[in-house]
């Protein structure tokens, strides 16, 4: 029996606003396409916990058993500086700013991207399509709006017609707004004198001169809007009707929106039966942004080098950190709780490290009871993930694993009572979900390679401080260069001790 008919996993549901028995539309099979970046900066940390959020989701459904096709994509044009379809392309703009090819501006930042998804253990997905690439399917999506009288065209540029569309859909299903209050609601903006309504969004936008980023259309030349690549792109990859489509909390309106009304206004199929959303990160309790000055990147968390940072924390910390908090939670990043987390971590991990060195269990009179209770824990972690994918949960039940396990190596006459298989399933279970479902990694500590390293480490961290100490910069610097080149990080702490992550 498969897995996930023993485990269903149940969705909260962002459209129903419920949560829901997740069924696929075809057996075992699932389609999810996830909202990738705008590569034009840097990821930032709250793009990681969204695409990590995603990452989890991919991993749990795979490991039940189910064959997943997982789309993010890339937005390499189209995303415009203003909300309202106006401003510049950010990519054309960054493009200007640092004097390079919007396309030098795109590959930068998705090489970027891709090394902090790695970085942080997130897998690739299935199919990562780019919106550059979807200009035909992009057009001829529009072609078909028109068609279906949903949209229209004013000199060269192309708007979705909200009103029209509202008098045989609801528009606003997803972010629980009402047209009729959206309309009575908006201000009228510069420029937006060529929609029939405020609301309407873009389609295809007309270029004008100097427009870096155009493409031909049946409007003449011009791009398309940032809305139209994920209806186009998860169609095309995925079919009319699909399973998931995830983003974060911000992209519910008008993005999500505009995506939903937009799939029904070209085939009548509103796209995902799931909608899934992630949720913000807080910085001691307040909204993460540039403007507030507490917005990370994810390399100053790693070193540290950031004022409202004690210290730096490894990839792998910071994975369990965000995975303590389920992700339709708000996530508060504090230096105690980054600390626990740390500690939380540093625990599982040597309980996984400490399996092998247990004595054989089921050697004395086996005891069924307990047997049953220590399965039990793996089991009620599964049963955890399978409720909306509640990590924060299922990393409680992993505790009470490890917890036993400690118990077993320090009074192996407990371990002889666990009946051998059921032993062996349920830690064969708890690795599992450790790595394959939450996937974290051994950092430097794990194993017999781990030790090695960590001893020959800890003989190189000796020498740089007797270095230091000895004011002999230039052997303390090289050393700490030279690690650098084999792919080891020195970190300095405070009081002069030092630590290391591997890249
Ligand atoms: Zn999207």
């Known amino acids: ?80 500086v203003g909300d309202a379809d106006e401003g510049e392309d950010k990519i054309a703009k960054k493009a200007r700013l640092d004097q390079l090819e919007p396309m030098e501006v795109v590959q930068k930042y998705t090489n970027g991207f891709h090394d902090v ?16 690439g979807h200009i035909v399917e992009q057009i001829s999506f529009i072609q078909q709006i028109i068609e279906n009288g949903y949209a229209y065209e004013v000199d060269g540029s192309v708007y979705f017609d909200v009103k029209k569309y509202n008098e045989d859909h609801p528009y606003g299903e997803l972010s629980g707004r009402n047209v009729e209050e959206m309309i009575s609601n908006t201000r009228e903006l510069a420029g937006q004198e060529q929609k029939k309504n405020q609301l309407d969004f873009a389609l295809w936008k007309k270029a004008k001169g100097g427009h870096l980023m155009k493409w031909p259309s049946p409007w003449g030349e011009g791009f398309p809007g940032w809305h139209l690549e994920c209806s186009a792109m998860s169609t095309k990859y995925l079919g009319q009707d699909f399973d998931i489509h995830g983003g974060g909390m911000d992209l519910k309106f008008p993005h999500h929106e505009a995506e939903i009304a937009q799939n029904k206004g070209c085939s009548n199929h509103g796209g995902a039966k799931y909608w899934i959303h992630g949720n913000m990160l807080t910085v001691n309790g307040r909204k993460m942004a540039k403007s507030e000055g507490n917005g990370f990147t994810p390399e100053e968390l790693l070193t540290g080098n950031h004022k409202l940072l004690e210290r730096g924390y490894s990839a792998m910390t910071v994975r369990f950190f965000m995975l303590m908090s389920h992700y339709a939670s708000t996530l508060d990043f504090s230096n105690e709780a980054l600390q626990a987390a740390e500690k939380g971590y540093k625990r599982l991990m040597a309980s996984v490290n400490l399996i092998d060195k247990l004595a054989t269990p089921g050697t004395g009179n086996v005891d069924a009871k307990k047997s049953e209770e220590f399965k039990g824990f793996v089991e009620k972690a599964l049963l955890d993930l399978s409720d909306d994918f509640n990590t924060a949960k299922a990393i409680a039940s992993l505790f009470e694993v490890s917890s036993k396990i400690n118990t077993y190596y320090q009074s192996p006459s407990e371990l002889a009572q666990i ?73 300095d702490e405070k009081g002069g001790e030092m630590s290391y992550t591997i890249d």
């Open 419 to 491: 009946d051998k298989s059921i032993f062996e399933y349920t830690v064969g279970v708890f690795k599992d979900i450790i790595h394959q479902v939450l996937g974290l990694k051994n950092e430097g500590d794990g194993g017999q390679d781990g030790e090695l390293l960590d001893g020959v480490m800890n003989v190189l961290i000796e020498l740089r401080k007797q270095a230091k100490f000895s004011k002999n910069y230039a052997l303390s610097d090289k050393i700490r260069d030279d690690l650098k080149t084999v792919g080891v990080q020195i970190k």
């Open 1 to 80: 029996m498969s897995l996930y008919k023993q485990y269903p996993v149940s969705v909260h549901n962002t459209l129903s606003k419920q949560k829901e028995l997740f069924k696929p539309l075809s057996e075992g099979k699932v389609g999810m396409y996830v909202c990738g970046p705008t590569v034009y900066s840097d990821v930032h940390l709250g793009n990681v916990r969204t695409f990590l959020s995603f990452d989890i989701v991919f991993r749990y459904l795979t490991f039940l058993g189910y064959k997943v096709r997982y789309v993010r994509n890339i937005t390499d044009v189209g995303h415009l």
């Open 117 to 132: 998804m790695q970085l942080f253990n997130i897998l690739p997905p299935s199919i990562e399509p780019t919106a550059t």
